[in-house]
């Protein structure tokens, strides 16, 4: 596969919120503003590129050599959670707005299912590290996509007239569902 396959797949084709439904939990509560959404995306964008560098260098130079593949989920989160830890404190100290605004969802990164769910199909695609590291990109500017689209959407939505029955949660869920089906017309494009 080619560098920009792989990108475009994991940006779009394979998107980790709408097409695997990985990281709902932050694309679902951080998507009310696009700003904030824009500050968590960029936040993402950072720990899953570094963190598929840093787990794929560490599979492929020291488990897979030494016969420590048991190892690497351990590995993997000890290296995620330390980057979010990383970025809380940049973030606490250079941009407290939106450190505030993000708030319980920004240490969530962390337990992001989407962070992980990365660095692992990187071993089960056997990627070199080149790859790991751009397929990890791609999926966080799928995340990025992904969560600033449902934001602004999100704000069209608190302007229109919805049902009372639709309003609230419901209403996101409907457009979350749309926005799905919506990115899975990027399966069928080939290269």
């Given amino acids: ?24 939990c932050p694309f679902l509560g951080v998507s009310k503003k696009v700003q904030t959404a824009a500050g968590m995306g960029g936040a993402v964008i950072f720990v899953i590129t ?8 560490l599979y492929n130079l020291l488990l897979k050599p030494y016969d420590l593949e048991y190892l690497n989920t351990i590995v993997f ?16 100290k250079a941009m ?6 993000l708030g319980v969802y920004l240490p969530l990164i962390t337990t992001n299912c989407a962070v992980l769910g990365v660095a692992l199909l990187s071993v089960q695609y056997e990627d070199s590290i080149l ?15 992904a969560i600033c689209l449902m934001a602004g959407i999100r704000e069209k939505l608190e302007n229109s007239n ?11 869920l409907v457009t979350a569902g749309l926005m799905a089906i ?4 990027f399966g069928g494009v080939s290269f």
Avoid at 1 to 21: E, P, R
Avoid at 50 to 57: E, R
Avoid at 78 to 91: G, K, T, Y
Avoid at 182 to 185: D, E, L, V, W
């Fill in 77 to 92: 989160i000890l290296v995620i959670a330390a980057l979010v830890q990383f970025v809380e404190m940049f973030m606490k």
């Fill in 50 to 57: 570094i963190a598929s560098l840093i787990t794929s260098t």
């Fill in 1 to 24: 596969m080619t560098l920009f396959t792989i990108l475009f797949t994991a940006a779009l084709v394979n998107n980790f919120v709408l097409s695997q439904f990985l990281g709902i």
């Fill in 162 to 172: 919805i049902p009372s029955a639709m309003k609230g949660t419901p209403i996101v």
């Fill in 131 to 145: 790859e790991a590291t751009v397929r990890g990109f791609g999926a966080a500017v799928g995340f990025f996509l």
């Fill in 96 to 101: 407290k707005g939106l450190y505030q605004a």
């Fill in 182 to 185: 919506a990115f899975c017309g």
